[in-house]
């Protein structure tokens, strides 16, 4: 059923999309491209989502985008493909051609992956090659790795022009959810000690693509990563309950799901008229302590995602 209901708000944001696109061209509005080159290291669930996202927009040309694997015949790679981007499985290509990278491996990964660079860039210098941009911005888009650990990772050294110089990496930790893929994702993000504002705006102006960006302190990233990314299977559940709903009182469940689905993409809105229908059922929801419930399940998603810290830094050391 979740897929259903997935299926049905990613059709409904394909459609807006596609609208937006068509009233583009009627009225004659060039839609600009952006010049930056994109690179993922990792092509797992949330790599697929962020160049699904991209990639619908038409704002990035598909030969500016590069992801790797670790193997040409690995699922993920194959489904890379499919987007028309460029793919690969070494980890270099994506240094010598990316503005933006964004390492989407697992989170015991990362620390590992990013230990290749001071040795990718000692080696491009010493072949006298130039990556694309000196200064990537590094985006990690995996949860409780900190800023320090990945900045500790990510000094490096190159040549210019005969001279040696050595420094970091700017380095953006980001959150997305994997709603991205649809362009309606949410990216809490913290700039690195390395990263100034001009830094972050190659990152913005790709994330942004897919949905909302906002700066918070690092110290809420993992907060922020069970509320909205635990949030997402919290509505699924909703939106199933409101589909049952729908069939109880008479009506095909096809129907129930889809405007059970439709109902749910409504922004805010005041519904509620005195001594409506809406208030009734909205009395009947707090009898049955729906908010409380919703309170304590983001809680205690927060509080897994605390527990689960101490884990992965013993799984990386």
């Known amino acids: 059923r979740r897929k259903i209901y997935g299926k049905l708000r990613k059709d409904f944001c394909l459609r807006e999309v596609k609208m937006s696109s068509t009233l583009a061209k009627k ?8 010049h930056y080159h994109v690179g993922f290291i990792g092509s797992g669930n949330m790599a697929r989502a962020l160049v699904e996202g991209i990639t619908t927009t038409g704002q990035v040309p598909l ?34 051609t990316a503005d933006v990278i964004v390492v989407a491996v697992k989170p015991h990964q990362v620390l590992d992956v990013l230990g290749q660079f001071e ?67 949410v990216s ?38 069970a509320f909205s990314g635990s949030g ?3 509505m699924s559940v909703i939106l199933e309950a409101m589909a049952d709903g729908g069939v ?11 405007i059970a689905a439709y109902t749910m993409i409504v922004r805010e809105v005041s519904c509620s008229s005195p001594g409506g229908t809406s208030i009734h059922g909205l009395e009947v929801l707090e009898q049955g302590g729906l908010r409380a419930s919703l309170m304590g399940a983001i809680k205690r998603s927060i509080e897994r995602a605390q527990e689960l810290r101490p884990r992965l830094q013993n799984d990386q050391s």
């Open 248 to 258: 109880l009182v008479g009506l095909p469940r096809a129907m129930a799901q889809k």
């Open 119 to 185: 040795a990718i860039y000692a080696e491009l210098s010493k072949s006298h090659v130039t990556p694309r941009n000196l200064r990537p911005v590094i985006v990690s888009v995996a949860s409780s790795v900190s800023i320090s650990e990945i900045e500790r990772k990510t000094e490096v050294a190159w040549n210019i022009s005969g001279s040696p110089v050595q420094g970091h990496l700017p380095v953006i930790r980001s959150l997305p959810n994997v709603v991205a893929s649809v362009r309606a994702g």
């Open 188 to 225: 809490a993000y913290s700039r690195g000690h390395y990263c100034n504002e001009s830094d972050a705006v190659p990152f913005l102006s790709v994330f942004t693509l897919c949905g909302h960006c906002e700066e918070v302190a690092e110290e809420y990233l993992d907060t922020f990563k």
């Open 63 to 96: 030969s500016n985008i590069t992801a790797s694997a670790t193997s040409e015949d690995s699922e993920n790679l194959k489904m890379m493909k499919a987007f028309g981007i460029n793919t690969t499985t070494s980890n270099r290509d994506v240094i010598l």
């Open 27 to 34: 009225r004659k509005i060039e839609i600009p491209k952006l």
């Open 232 to 234: 997402i299977a919290f």
